[in-house]
């Protein structure tokens, strides 16, 4: 092996991979094939989307409690 990159990406089970990916590409590439401190890793920080809330039906549930 050569040399090997991981990215991450914050929050990721609410995040759509298809919808991010090329940006994550484009903002580590500067950093590819290069020695990266792994203590002190490269941060970058981009504009993320404007959330939104889906409020569906109201629905009335029995009160749980510990039995």
């Given at each position: 092996?050569?040399?090997?990159?991981?990215?991450?990406?914050?929050?990721?089970?609410?995040?759509?991979?298809?919808?991010?990916?090329?940006?994550?590409?484009?903002?580590?590439?500067?950093?590819?094939?290069?020695?990266?401190?792994?203590?002190?890793?490269?941060?970058?920080?981009?504009?993320?989307p404007?959330?939104?809330?889906?409020?569906?039906?109201?629905?009335?549930v029995?009160?749980?409690?510990?039995?």
């Amino acid at each position: 092996m050569l040399w090997m990159t991981s990215m991450s990406v914050d929050d990721p089970d609410h995040r759509d991979l298809n919808e991010i990916y090329e940006k994550m590409l484009a903002a580590g590439a500067p950093n590819f094939d290069k020695a990266v401190d792994r203590e002190h890793p490269v941060l970058i920080n981009s504009d993320v989307p404007e959330g939104h809330v889906k409020i569906g039906r109201p629905e009335v549930v029995d009160d749980f409690k510990s039995k």
